[in-house]
């Protein structure tokens, strides 16, 4: 039986009026734990949407009083993307995929006969591995990024979302001055402080998350596991042999997901 967009996505759509300031969008995505919201017009047509990444991409994080004040002032029709990226309740789970690694996207509103119906990320089809997947189909260490965004512990909360919209990375580890995972900063840790007129005094030790850790011969089944049970996007890849030193990589939700795309894979067969 041919599984559906439908089976996995996230019934319900979370928006905002495209005349909503930056700041009430960020208590909004950070109250609702989500990275991103779909935006409608006057008449409640959705005509765009907007991310946390887009917040950081507004350079809200400005320490010059005047443009920060400017920035106070953008709204979510200003910042959002747009057209929405749509697929049918009824498309393959497979097309959702596909389309979410060539299109470099992480999101896609559901649409049944047109009409907006729910919402599918990344996460969602990370799930389906985690409910489904058999254990020993590959490991961490086949999948994931060698290469990864990383910062000292007494680096500013402005740097390091300077970092992350340059480089476009959704996240960065925070290490001490041996190499130690001590955190990881996302753009939602950011969120609460976006427009806080002291945000540029304030440090990654401050507002980063425990890093999740998972080791680089472990199955891909229980990363899956891992990032779904804790709502983390990434997980951070360790040597079993010696866990606090230096990351080996970090493991992503759209890493499997693009190891589920491959043409190679059990998932395409």
């Not at 950070?30 to 507004?58: C, E, N, P, Y």
């Not at 900063?185 to 007129?197: N, R």
Request: glycine share 6%.
């Amino acid at each position: 039986m041919e599984i559906k967009v439908r089976d996995f996505m996230r019934p319900g759509v979370l928006t905002c009026r495209k005349e909503t300031r930056i700041g009430q969008v960020a208590v909004m995505l950070d109250q609702h734990k989500v990275h991103s919201l779909m935006v409608t017009d006057r008449d409640g047509r959705i005509i765009g949407v907007i991310t946390d990444f887009d917040l950081l991409a507004g350079e809200w994080l400005s320490q010059d009083p005047e443009s920060l004040n400017v920035m106070k002032s953008l709204t979510a029709g200003e910042l959002m993307s747009s057209p929405v990226a749509s697929i049918e309740a009824d498309a393959p789970i497979k097309e959702a995929a596909d389309r979410m690694i060539k299109e470099v996207i992480r999101r896609l509103l559901v649409t049944d006969k047109g009409k907006p119906v729910g919402v599918i990320s990344v996460s969602d089809i990370v799930a389906h591995i985690a409910m489904s997947a058999p254990i020993g189909r590959g490991q961490v260490g086949d999948v994931m990024s060698d290469a990864y965004l990383v910062c000292r512990d007494k680096t500013p909360i402005a740097a390091a979302a300077r970092a992350m919209t340059s480089t476009g990375w959704r996240s960065v580890l925070v290490v001490d001055s041996k190499g130690s995972p001590l955190g990881v900063v996302s753009g939602l840790d950011l969120l609460p402080y976006c427009l806080d007129d002291e945000c540029g005094t304030k440090l990654v030790t401050e507002v980063m998350h425990p890093p999740l850790t998972v080791s680089i011969d472990a199955s891909l089944q229980e990363a899956a596991n891992k990032m779904i049970e804790s709502h983390y996007h990434r997980l951070i890849v360790v040597d079993p042999e010696d866990p606090n030193s230096m990351p080996l990589g970090v493991i992503s939700s759209f890493d499997i997901v693009g190891l589920m795309a491959h043409p190679d894979s059990v998932w395409q067969k």
